[in-house]
Structures are given as C-alpha cells and as structure tokens.
C-alpha cells in the first residue's frame, strides 16, 4: 500500500477547495487504498491553518474539516528523523521529517520549496504535486500495488 505524507495546503485541497489534482487521492484515501501519515506538529499547522480569515471557515467547517481528516490518517509518534537536506522554508522541514520517519513514499506537496528538494538529494521517498501523486494512484487497479509502487520512481 502505497504510504504518502500531504502537506497542509494539499489537505486543504482535499477538505476544501476540492481540487480536481486531489480528488484521486481522496477517493484512495477515503476507500482505503492509500494510507496517509500526520503527526502532532502537521496537525498542530492544519489547525492554525483552518482559522485564516481568507478561507472563510466557520467554527463549525473548521471542526468539520480537521476531523475528517482525523479520522482517516495514521498518527505518528514525535521522534528522531535521519539526516535530511534541509529545506528554505523551515515551517516545511516537518512534513521532510514526517516523510522519512513514516517511511513514505510520497510526499504530496504544491511547496515550492519542498518540491525543489525532488532529485536534488537522495531521499527515501518522492516529492510530487498532487497531479503527479494522483496518477501514481490510478495507475493500476488496488490490487496491483506493487506496479504503483515502483512506477512512483519514474514520475517526477
């Protein structure tokens, strides 16, 4: 199963906006074809994300928002991540961490600070766009897993 880390402005995407580059990654998530990984500090960065005043969120949408997302990923503990490239934007070196404590293969990103790091450096997962993640995801049918998997390394 293929195992991704969404950065904020991806999950607002998904729990928001509806954006049609998510909408693949939703329906895996949601029918349990994918599994996606937050922990404390991307949690903590969704919530104070929800309450800008341009998203236009009532208390209620906030609540609504940051519990279905919730209620469909993986917490991970706090812990040490391996050493990692360090990235421009410090408030995105979390989802970095994140990513290599989680052993994702994934990290789903607009970010362009991020999504400079792809192919630059060595990791043990990918950096993509939503659109690229979205493919990767309907690629094959569930069953066929490992074809995705390894089809991950060729789309950057």
Known sequence: ??????????????????????????????????????????????????TYPQLKMTAEMRIERYQRYCNLVQLVAAGQAPPLPRCKDRDDQKFLELAARCAANILVSKDKALLKLRGRTMLGFQIM???AASLIIGLQPAGDQAHRESQATLIL
């Open 1 to 50: 199963m293929l195992r991704l880390v969404l950065d904020t402005n991806v999950v607002l995407d998904l729990y928001h906006w509806a954006n049609s580059d998510a909408v693949p990654i939703m329906a895996a998530l949601e029918a349990g074809q994918i599994t996606c990984f937050a922990d404390a500090s991307t949690l903590d960065e969704l919530q104070r994300v929800l």
């Open 129 to 131: 766009k939503p659109a």
